[in-house]
């Protein structure tokens, strides 16, 4: 029984973490069609500027300067490239691809291709009934879960949440009655770029990074968010205990070198059953309750 609730409590953990990249990836593809495989990178970057800077001024503002950076970052690539891809997804999508490559170069360029270990956030575990509970792992779902909390808040309890998911079900339509499509979706891009960096530097308090984790996480942010539904932020968190879950439990077992593709198969498998994911997705109205 300690060793369920032990895998429990690790599932969270992750859970929480993979919520926060495949819902920046989910909220750009609802409202804009786009498959952005440069959101990995943004977690990555997001993680080294932690990393760099939680030595100098401590994590919380390490943390708070990666998520700066990354806002910046992502309402640049936006302004710059994926705007001017808006009608063809397509392109965005083989844009973001270019930009993995050349963000991914640009982190090894400034911090070497080495693999790093940030100095724990919060050093400790607690035992609980034979179940450890690092203080790391608790502040990842202390401060992944508010946020969680906030921004579905934020989608279906605001006015501005309101317009995205008006949007999100047709973008014409909305601009007709007023909505400012064009504004919503370049910070729609500035949410999805603060949560990445957010779970960059939660997950740097973690594990040891480099350069190359961008593919690591963006395989799991798009399996949450594709068993989910792509474009539906209610899945992501359903999804996001289904990843983690399988995962924490085919690490305890011999089969840990399988993890990639036993998540791959159950995305086959998710889809072959429900096209659009286990929540209506990418072929229905995306961003609805």
């Given at each position: 029984?300690?060793?369920?609730?032990?895998?429990?409590?690790?599932?969270?953990?992750?859970?929480?973490?993979?919520?926060?990249?495949?819902?920046?990836?989910?909220?750009?593809?609802?409202?804009?069609?786009?498959?952005?495989?440069?959101?990995?990178?943004?977690?990555?970057?997001?993680?080294?500027?932690?990393?760099?800077?939680?030595?100098?001024?401590?994590?919380?503002?390490?943390?708070?300067?990666?998520?700066?950076?990354?806002?910046?970052?992502?309402?640049?690539?936006?302004?710059?490239?994926?705007?001017?891809?808006?009608?063809?997804?397509?392109?965005?999508?083989?844009?973001?691809?270019?930009?993995?490559?050349?963000?991914?170069?640009?982190?090894?360029?400034?911090?070497?291709?080495?693999?790093?270990?940030?100095?724990?956030?919060?050093?400790?575990?607690?035992?609980?009934?034979?179940?450890?509970?690092?203080?790391?792992?608790?502040?990842?779902?202390?401060?992944?879960?508010?946020?969680?909390?906030?921004?579905?808040?934020?989608?279906?309890?605001?006015?501005?949440?309101?317009?995205?998911?008006?949007?999100?079900?047709?973008?014409?339509?909305?601009?007709?009655?007023?909505?400012?499509?064009?504004?919503?979706?370049?910070?729609?891009?500035?949410?999805?770029?603060?949560?990445?960096?957010?779970?960059?530097?939660?997950?740097?308090?973690?594990?040891?990074?480099?350069?190359?984790?961008?593919?690591?996480?963006?395989?799991?942010?798009?399996?949450?968010?594709?068993?989910?539904?792509?474009?539906?932020?209610?899945g992501v968190l359903v999804a996001a205990l289904i990843v983690a879950?399988?995962?924490?439990?085919?690490?305890?077992?011999?089969l840990t070198a399988w993890i990639d593709p036993i998540v791959f198969?159950?995305?086959?498998?998710?889809?072959?059953?429900?096209?659009?994911?286990?929540?209506?997705?990418?072929?229905?109205?995306?961003?609805?309750?």
């Amino acid at each position: 029984m300690t060793i369920v609730v032990q895998q429990i409590f690790n599932a969270l953990s992750l859970a929480s973490m993979y919520a926060l990249i495949a819902l920046g990836i989910t909220l750009v593809f609802g409202l804009t069609g786009l498959v952005n495989f440069a959101q990995g990178d943004l977690v990555m970057l997001g993680a080294m500027i932690a990393l760099w800077a939680t030595p100098k001024v401590g994590f919380v503002v390490g943390t708070l300067l990666a998520c700066v950076a990354m806002a910046v970052l992502s309402m640049a690539l936006e302004r710059g490239l994926f705007r001017r891809t808006r009608n063809s997804p397509l392109s965005g999508f083989m844009i973001s691809l270019g930009l993995v490559l050349v963000l991914e170069g640009l982190a090894i360029a400034i911090w070497g291709n080495l693999t790093l270990q940030m100095p724990a956030p919060v050093p400790g575990r607690f035992v609980l009934g034979g179940v450890i509970i690092p203080q790391e792992n608790l502040l990842t779902m202390a401060v992944a879960i508010p946020v969680l909390a906030i921004v579905f808040a934020f989608l279906y309890y605001t006015k501005v949440g309101t317009a995205l998911r008006a949007i999100a079900v047709d973008s014409e339509v909305a601009q007709w009655i007023g909505i400012p499509v064009t504004k919503l979706v370049m910070w729609t891009f500035v949410v999805g770029g603060v949560l990445a960096a957010l779970a960059g530097a939660l997950y740097a308090g973690l594990f040891p990074i480099n350069a190359y984790i961008d593919s690591d996480l963006v395989i799991r942010g798009f399996a949450v968010a594709i068993i989910g539904g792509l474009g539906n932020p209610a899945g992501v968190l359903v999804a996001a205990l289904i990843v983690a879950g399988v995962e924490t439990g085919v690490s305890s077992t011999p089969l840990t070198a399988w993890i990639d593709p036993i998540v791959f198969g159950l995305i086959v498998v998710i889809l072959l059953v429900r096209p659009t994911g286990l929540f209506r997705g990418a072929a229905g109205a995306s961003l609805q309750q």
